[in-house]
């Protein structure tokens, strides 16, 4: 079965500092990854997402995500944080098979002045 | 225009009551889905239907039952609500049921509360 696991529920830069989500996931076959974020009060917002073609994928608001299957890892990265970029960030795997998102249980990046 | 429209945004009811949430897209999908976000923002499908057709059903109590009268719609009716149904529930769609192929789309979200 598929699963992700974001580490760190909260996550804290100041405004033009590196941003750095970290995520993993479990897959038997080659997976399907996503990166998906929540502004407050509104519904999920495609990030970006990797379908094993390149693995350095570039999604809006300049987020970019590298898949490193020896490490399992789909890490979302963003090289200087803006005061807009705090909310609640979500990885998510695609179950094969059952068409359905598995979704991690999400960090929150705060981004202070 | 909005992509995927729910209502109500907000609801607010007592425990036992009957509440329905009303979900439509108007981008053409073929498929559509719920999602149930709780109180530490996990987030957990619940429902799919592709076309009318269920073809996800997690387990979910069946008190909560699904309803799609037309591609573009899926209604989600619950029975007897309990404390534990307080969540946001977020409406999805995607262009059909490959949602590698395809990203979903979210509406708002509504936050039910149950007293």
């Known amino acids: 079965a598929q699963s992700v696991t974001q580490l760190g529920s909260h996550v804290s830069v100041s405004e033009g500092a590196l941003v750095l989500l970290r995520c993993n996931y479990s897959?038997?076959?080659?997976?399907?990854l996503f990166w998906y974020v929540q502004y407050p009060n509104q519904g999920l917002q495609l990030l970006l997402k990797y379908t094993s073609a390149a693995t350095l994928v570039k999604g809006i608001n300049g987020f970019e995500a590298e898949f490193k299957k020896s490490e399992t890892s789909f890490h979302l990265t963003k090289p200087s944080a803006h005061m807009s970029d705090a909310a609640e960030y979500f990885c998510?795997?695609?179950?094969?098979?059952?068409?359905?998102?598995?979704f991690g249980a999400g960090t929150r990046l705060a981004v202070h002045p | 225009d909005t992509a995927v429209s729910q209502t109500p945004k907000y609801l607010v009811t007592q425990m036992g009551n009957d509440k329905s949430i009303k979900c439509e897209q108007n981008?053409?999908?073929?498929?559509m889905y719920w999602y149930k976000q709780d109180s530490k923002k996990f987030l957990k499908i619940m429902f799919s239907?592709?076309?009318?057709?269920?073809?996800i059903n997690e387990t979910v109590p069946n008190r909560f039952s699904p309803k799609s009268p037309d591609k573009a719609h899926l209604n989600l009716h619950i029975n007897s609500l309990e404390l534990g149904d307080s969540a946001v529930y977020f409406c999805?769609?995607?262009?059909?049921?490959?949602?590698?192929?395809?990203?979903?789309?979210f509406g708002a979200g509504s936050r039910l509360t149950v007293l």
């Open positions: 999805a769609s995607s262009q059909d049921r490959d949602t590698g192929a395809n990203v979903l789309t």
């Open positions: 897959s038997s076959v080659p997976p399907y």
């Open positions: 239907y592709n076309n009318k057709e269920l073809i």
């Open positions: 981008l053409g999908h073929d498929t």
């Open positions: 998510a795997v695609l179950s094969l098979g059952y068409n359905k998102l598995i």
